[in-house]
């Protein structure tokens, strides 16, 4: 009889008394308490890090809105030397003059040993 009390799979088999149920109770909670701890021990949330970007000072916007109105600077579109070249006065050469300059400078420099 003792061989019986100390194997639990034989004791499922035979009728179980009181304490030996809740000897096999115990043994049952332990065993899960043992496996719960041993999952939460496993299942803790890696810490990831993950580093830190510095972009540096970031430039002001070229655009200001306000209310329903957006503004470009106008400052800080162009650089003061275009800004300078764009200001000034340009010279426009008509193509159509262009040409008979350019052909009348032809007709007095040719040699009369140029042929045509």
Do not use: N, W
């Not at 179980?16 to 308490?33: G, H, K, P, S, V």
């Not at 809105?65 to 030397?81: F, I, K, Y």
């Not at 159509?96 to 040993?113: D, G, H, M, N, W």
């Amino acid at each position: 009889m003792a061989a019986q009390e100390t194997d639990p799979a034989r004791a499922v088999e035979d009728d179980l008394t009181d304490e030996q149920m809740e000897q096999l109770l115990a043994q049952a909670t332990t065993r899960l308490r043992q496996k719960e701890s041993s999952k939460s021990l496993q299942t803790q949330p890696y810490r990831y890090t993950f580093p830190k970007l510095d972009a540096g000072a970031l430039d002001q916007s070229y655009i200001t809105s306000t209310g329903d109105v957006a503004e470009a600077d106008r400052t800080r579109l162009l650089e003061d030397e275009q800004r300078q070249k764009c200001g000034g006065i340009r010279k426009v050469e008509d193509p159509v003059v262009a040409r008979k300059i350019a052909l009348e400078v032809c007709q007095t420099t040719s040699s009369p040993f140029h042929l045509q």
